[in-house]
């Protein structure tokens, strides 16, 4: 999936850095009904359809991955490096989501109506964390495949892992940053047919197709094809090694891991499918106009599809835990506790919290060093 949101303008070549002549009737075959092939129906749709979509993401991602944040900090200890991925995905997801009101305001617009600089760093933001969330998404199917199909030869590497967990993260930050670093240079604002967009701009290129398609299949790379290969590998032989096992909670497992593919697939294929076809149409004449519309309505579309797996991550890799649950449960009750505290008599919100500290260190004793939250 891009790592980056992408305009009206972007899909159909209006700006003249790519094309020379902007958006004329050359650029498209002529419909015998008219002689320009206007696309003002896919930017309505796109004002009213994206801005709302981007608003519930926005909403629902930041309260699920914050309950996520919460549970790690105060509820249950990181024990294994799929939970330290987990912890950094939901950060990740959170800031990613917080750049979409952003967006959601320049679809509703028609137009970017913030500064340059906060068009960068918009921008950047935006692609550092989703693919920092795309990375960590990979390395924990590598830390489940290591710990579930080579479970007899993992434990002292799944130790040595745990105990540089931070220099691990620090790597995978360093490296969104550095798959990212293109959208800082690039992304600016500008004005095109007297509206300003914040989008790349290859003027000091030679050769601004290239350059594109280049950034385009960077995005590609890394934001889809290699977290699917990864993903497929290991969750291959992870429901290979979960059959053979004598375990009465394998199905349940099996299940979930079918889930987590199924649903990644269904939320990015659609999305890179059109990007796909976005980029073997760039440069290309004579284009059809329906064909124009209906990419212009897909790429919509497979967007807040592709974004939305950022609210599913927290259900698919946490809360659909039975541990999750209980401590969700456990963080309902103090929440109600701190609202009640005025009125409930011979109850102490601090007893609640220090029976669930407790119970987190109780539950962490008898928990072996494979439990996970990704583990039933």
Known sequence: MSGEPMNISDVFGLSEDYFGSGNNSSDYSIDDSTLLCSLQEV?????????????????????????????????KKAKSMTDVYLLNMAIADILFVLTLPFWAVSHATGEWIFSNATCKLMKGIYAINFNCGMLLLTCVSMDRYIAIVQATKSFRLRSRTLAHRRAICFVVWVASVLISGWTFTFNQKYEVHGSYVCEP?????????????????????????????????????????LVQAQNSKRHKAIRVIIAVVLVFLACQIPHNMVLLVTAAQLGRMNRSCQGARLLGYSQNVTEVLAFLHCCL??????????????????????????????????FSCSRLHSEAFTSRQNSETVDNDNASSFTM
Do not use: E, H
């Open 201 to 241: 701009r290859y003027q000091a290129v030679s050769d601004p197709i290239k350059w594109k398609l280049l950034m385009l299949g960077l995005q590609l790379l890394f934001g889809f094809f290699i977290p699917l290969v990864f993903m497929i590998f290991c969750y291959m032989f992870i429901v290979k090694t």
């Open 313 to 346: 991550n927290p259900v698919l890799y946490a809360f659909i835990g039975q541990k999750f649950r209980s401590y969700f449960l456990k963080i309902v009750k103090d929440l109600w506790c701190v609202r009640r505290k005025q009125k409930a008599s011979g």
């Open 43 to 75: 930017r309505t749709f796109s004002g009213l359809f994206v801005p709302i979509a981007y608003s519930l993401i926005c909403v629902f991602g930041l309260l699920g991955n914050v309950l996520v944040v919460v549970t790690f900090a105060f509820y």
